[in-house]
């Protein structure tokens, strides 16, 4: 029998099933916890300021439905989509859906427990990515052979194409924040529409430079 040398062990273990859902369960903790971390102390989210502005607006007002409706569904064609890529979208499936959607989802349920503690918000997360681990694996199983590109070009542009239209939230969010925030985001997105450039990307630049200009 041939004895394996210890990065050959570790590249088989790296390559089973099992250890794939492992590395979702701890990354989905983390992230989950990332944002009980931002609900208790302001700070720890694993999202973009546009998505995490979603979650603040909910908070403030008691609406998740635009944090929940946007972010769960990147989370549910994220889980779709890495199947049949082989690749999974950390940041669509897990800091976007398990980081903003699935929160959303409990606070607006008024489920508590999630977020009573750090370890309960841990707990929570590692159930979250058992659950989408093993999604993935048994879509990954079921798949037909050839089907491996099917659908992809689809699932893969949808989030693209929503992402285009943020623009005009990030500038609400912004000059909720902040006036010179909001004004930066405002000229931020006229150049990039005048560059022909996405305006979500001018919006967050913006309101970036303007406002740390000013505080």
Request: glycine residues 16%; without cysteine; neutral net charge.
């Amino acid at each position: 029998m041939e004895n394996k040398t210890f990065m050959q062990k570790f590249d088989d273990f790296m390559m089973k099933d099992s250890t794939f859902i492992l590395l979702v369960m701890g990354a989905a903790a983390a992230i989950f916890s990332g944002t009980f971390m931002f609900i208790k102390f302001g700070t720890g989210a694993f999202n973009d300021i546009s998505i995490v502005a979603m979650l603040t607006d909910g908070m403030s007002s008691g609406d998740y439905a635009a944090a929940a409706g946007f972010a769960a569904g990147f989370l549910i064609a994220r889980v779709l989509e890495g199947p049949l890529v082989g690749l999974m979208d950390i940041g669509g499936s897990l800091m976007t859906g398990v980081g903003i959607g699935i929160p959303a989802v409990f606070l607006s349920m008024g489920w508590k427990f999630p977020f009573s503690n750090f370890f309960s918000a841990l707990l929570v997360g590692a159930v979250i990515g058992i659950v989408i681990g093993l999604a993935i694996i048994i879509i990954r199983k079921v798949v037909p052979e050839g089907m491996a590109v099917g659908g992809t070009s689809v699932m893969m542009g949808a989030g693209n194409a929503v992402g285009r239209y943020l623009a005009p939230l990030i500038i609400v969010a912004a000059t909720q924040y902040n006036v010179y925030a909001g004004i930066g985001a405002v000229v931020g997105a006229a150049i990039f529409y005048k560059w022909g450039k996405e305006m979500t990307g001018g919006a967050i630049l913006g309101a970036m430079i303007l406002g740390a200009i000013f505080l």
